[in-house]
């Protein structure tokens, strides 16, 4: 991208592994899985009662309790975790409000809501059944309203929705706009709270979703043999980015500087990927050219891997795309720990990314017990690197066969 | 029902919808310039109202209700008709 340079200068993760930035750095570090039985409903009838949910989130620590009902779960984590960003950037209040913007987007929305709100229209009929604030607490783009609103952000807000690579588009789209001059702050990443019977039994009924349920902790497991499908998960992570000259003039810690971006689209199937993950290779390219850097120069991809067949397919496109050098880096799913967050993942992970080129620790595959002989590159296995890497790419990919690959480096 | 049974259950729907404090929650109290309420809010309050007292306020009444006052006594009325 030619344009102005664009600066993480700060974070703001939800995730199973914790609520706020410091827990989920450290779980990562320490290879922990957030993986557990299914509290939120009687699961009992699901051939998968297992899942990633967010443990110890008390919304009225961000939001005013009267306010708590008129959202649905995932925008109120998208308002926590969007305070903790602005914080974690020390950003303060904006001093040119229409050059703030917000994109935060969900793959799927406020199903939790929808569904009660279902249940109690046929109990109670239309007049009494449905909240007047069933629209707001539900709509995908009530995440970046609702945060507009509290940080009185007036630039560009709204939700880009592209399934599992939701959080991804809408950090590469973010990137871009400050790029090319359309803003100078943005908070930008992905939310999603979808541990409900729709959700989770319309995923098993694609067969896409484990079914380890007596050994919740091991059930994500990107690489191996033995994966049988994603874990479902839920949580929100979003970045703050800014121009480059911005947050060097406040004397911002910057964690990392984004130099690339792309989406592509395989224009193949409405769920599997296109054979040798073609559409997954150009993106990767693409993000690399957009970076003006060679494949060599990456030392950590942060794979989509979501321990199902899809990872050897990501596996043979970064061969195809890195040649020898795939030999050379290191790739991990980190959704071995937090498990699949769906339109919140590609935030949270791009967000790991920073955290790691920042720290020098490249956080583990864990539960690779038994490797896929079709997966056979350097996977991080079972504890984090401290290795300092330049440039870390961030892969996601979403039904509807859309890519979205972001590329970060290293300050300094 | 008494108007002080009705009064005193009108305020704890109001102190529970808008979150306001006991000590904020007076008769004389405008729902939307004292206690906060938005359009939305009025309109959560107002089906509150009705599954509490088992009562129908149509929507042209509803812009009649602007304290908690008023509310008490449309209430008082409708319960006796």
Redesign the interface.
């Known amino acids: 991208m030619t344009g102005r340079r664009v600066a993480v200068t700060g974070v703001g993760l939800i995730s199973p592994l914790g609520v706020g930035n410091d827990d989920n750095w450290r779980s990562l570090c320490a290879g922990k899985s957030g993986i557990g039985p299914i509290t939120r409903f009687d699961a009992s009838a699901m051939t998968t009662r297992i899942a990633g949910e967010v443990r110890d989130f008390d919304a009225t620590r961000w939001v005013?309790?009267?306010e708590v009902r008129?959202m649905d779960l995932f925008i109120q984590y998208a308002v926590a975790a969007a305070a903790m960003a602005v914080e974690d950037a020390k950003l303060g209040p904006p001093d040119d409000p229409e050059r703030f913007g917000v994109y935060v987007g969900a793959g799927l929305g406020g199903l939790p809501v929808l569904e009660a709100t279902h249940d109690s229209l046929r109990e109670k009929g239309p007049?009494?059944g449905i909240?007047?604030?069933f629209v707001?607490a539900i709509i995908v783009n009530l995440a970046p309203g609702q945060i507009s609103i509290r940080h009185n952000y007036r630039g560009p807000n709204m939700s880009h929705v592209s399934a599992c690579s939701t959080g991804a588009h809408s950090i590469g789209e973010a990137f871009h706009l400050i790029a090319r001059g359309g803003a100078d702050v943005m908070i930008a990443g992905g939310t999603e709270a979808t541990v409900s019977p729709l959700c989770i039994g319309g995923f098993a009924s694609m067969r896409a979703l484990s079914t380890r349920n007596d050994e919740p902790t091991k059930a994500s497991r990107p690489f191996t043999k033995s994966r049988d499908g994603f874990v479902l998960s839920e949580g929100c992570g979003l970045v703050v980015l800014e121009a480059w000259e911005r947050a060097k003039a406040r004397g911002a810690r910057i964690y990392a500087e984004i130099v690339g971006y792309a989406a592509t689209s395989d224009a193949h199937h409405i769920t599997a990927p296109s054979p040798d993950g073609e559409g997954a290779q150009r993106c990767m390219r693409l993000a690399l050219r957009d970076a003006g850097l060679p494949p060599e120069s990456v030392g950590y991809i942060n794979a989509h891997g979501t321990s199902t067949s899809a990872d050897a397919t990501e596996t043979s496109a970064i061969k195809a795309v890195f040649g020898a050098h795939a030999r050379k880096l290191a790739v991990s799913s980190t959704k071995s720990m937090h498990g699949h967050l769906l339109g919140a993942t590609g935030g949270l992970e791009a967000a790991i990314c920073a955290l790691a080129l920042h720290h020098e620790v490249l956080p583990p595959t864990i539960n690779l017990d038994d490797p896929d002989p079709e997966c056979d590159l350097d996977y991080v296995p079972h504890e984090a690197r401290k290795v300092a890497v330049d440039v870390v790419l961030s892969n996601s990919f979403g039904f509807g066969g859309t890519n979205a690959c972001l590329a970060l480096k290293r300050v300094g | 029902m008494t108007t002080s049974d009705i009064e005193k259950q009108v305020i704890e729907i109001v102190r529970e919808?808008?979150?306001v404090k006991p000590e904020d929650c007076t008769l004389d109290k405008i729902f939307t310039d004292d206690l906060g309420a938005d359009s939305?809010?009025i309109?959560?309050l107002v089906?509150a109202f009705?599954?509490h007292f088992e009562i129908k306020i149509p929507d042209e009444e509803v812009e009649n209700i602007k304290t908690v006052g008023d509310a008490v006594n449309y209430i008082r009325a409708r319960r006796k008709a």
């Open positions: 005013p309790k009267k008129q007049r009494h909240s007047p604030y707001p | 919808q808008l979150d939305l809010a309109v959560e089906l009705e599954e």
